[in-house]
């Protein structure tokens, strides 16, 4: 039996670590964060980016921390005003 291995996809601090050219040994060294690690921030939407892995990977770019989060965080939004709605009137039938 053959297997085949699924291609990785590059997630946003992925594109973000190649649009910059950075170099994962160098961040690596400055924040003790592994290469492995590092890889599969990069590649594997299902690992979870620490805060404090996010401040250390942009004081080790020697960017803005915010830009890196607006970067890896640009698909985040905030509830429209019907699924706000909607919340609400959940929660007060949970309370009945």
């Known amino acids: 039996m053959i297997t085949v291995k699924k291609k990785s996809e590059i997630t946003n601090l992925g594109k973000?670590?190649?649009n910059?050219?950075?170099?994962?040994?160098?961040?690596?060294?400055?924040t003790g964060i592994s290469e492995t690690r590092l890889s599969l921030l990069s590649n594997d939407p299902s690992t979870i980016l620490t805060a404090q892995e996010s401040y250390l990977i942009a004081l080790a770019m020697e960017v803005e921390p915010g830009e890196l989060q607006k970067q890896i965080f640009k698909d985040v939004k905030l509830n429209t005003i019907a699924e706000q709605e909607a919340l609400a009137a959940k929660s007060k039938k949970s309370k009945i």
């Open 16 to 18: 973000f670590l190649f």
């Open 20 to 30: 910059k050219s950075a170099n994962k040994a160098a961040i690596y060294r400055k």
